[in-house]
């Protein structure tokens, strides 16, 4: 399937006249976001003599330039003490399978790595992240059925410690972003990971799913005011979503994608690349 930018030149290619609302839909339509996209297409009514081909470049260098030279990259651990990594997000965003995606991919590469169920009332997430566990060979903390999650994850930190462990990946309960009762639950967290390291957790990444469109800028806004987000993790990236909205993250909140989740399989995470997410967007 032709992506974004290849359908585009096939539509305008050979126009004598742009249609620059049609292209402004399709932009805004691509969950890019207006607020960059309106500048952008007036940027493009003042140039001359471009073709399709001219205006794709034109829109891939804008939508590069929206992303810091240099990017988040995930924090190394220290001697003795663990690197504390809690994956917050609304269900289904596919938070858990992150979570041990993300686990895996440590693992391959060299670090000592445990997961943590910190999604203790819904049984179906433990069950989740026990299966992946299993199936991957990482060890998994578990709470108890209703236990308080803040305890579970200083729990699984005091573990960490002790088996000197180079990776902790808390895996918090999928929550709305419009409960402001189950957004405190993730301060709770944070203060009970301190205990034991005060500048734990070292990393907060946002999981949030590409076809969700423009409502993943909502979640990331809300859950940003509830606990201080360090990176986005988007997954679903091979469905029907077109990820336009990492641009509309960054350009709202300042905020990065740190990975891009691109399959069902163990090891369909990647590192999110600025140029190649801009070859294959959309």
């Known amino acids: 399937m032709a992506n974004f930018f290849t359908r585009l030149i096939d539509k305008f290619l050979g126009e004598p006249v742009i249609d620059w609302d049609e292209l402004e839909a399709d932009l805004i339509a691509a969950d890019i976001g207006a607020k960059r996209v309106i500048p952008l297409i007036e940027e493009l009514q003042e140039k001359d003599d471009q073709d399709a081909c001219d205006i794709v470049d034109h829109i891939k ?4 330039s929206a992303f810091p030279e240099k990017l988040p990259v995930l924090p190394a651990p220290q001697p003795g003490r663990p690197c504390v990594l809690m994956l917050v997000g609304v269900n289904g965003a596919g938070k858990t ?6 686990g895996y991919y440590l693992k391959r590469r060299g670090h000592r790595v445990l997961l943590a169920a910190a999604d203790t009332f819904r049984a179906a997430a433990v069950e989740q992240l026990d299966s992946w566990a299993a199936r991957l060979e990482l060890p998994l903390y578990k709470g108890r059925p209703n236990q308080d ?7 699984a930190h005091t573990r960490a410690l002790a088996d000197g462990v180079d990776y902790l990946i808390c895996d918090t309960a999928g929550r709305l972003h419009t409960r ?14 301190a205990k034991q390291e005060p500048t734990a957790p070292h990393a907060c990444y946002l999981v949030v799913d590409a076809t969700t469109g423009g409502n993943a800028l909502m979640q990331a806004t809300e859950f940003h005011k509830a606990t201080p987000l360090d990176g986005v993790i988007i997954t679903k990236m091979d469905g029907s979503g077109k990820g336009g909205v990492a641009v509309a993250i960054q350009d709202a ?11 069902e399989g163990k090891d369909d995470l990647r590192p999110f690349r600025v140029n190649e997410y801009i070859d294959t967007l959309l």
Do not use: F, Q
């Open 149 to 155: 999650p803040a305890s579970v994850c200083y729990e």
């Open 253 to 263: 909140l300042h905020i990065s994608p740190v990975y891009l989740g691109t399959g």
């Open 180 to 193: 402001h009762n189950l957004m405190e639950e993730l301060a709770k967290i944070r203060r009970s990971l």
């Open 61 to 64: 260098a804008r939508l590069r």
């Open 97 to 102: 399978t992150s979570a041990a995606k993300l």
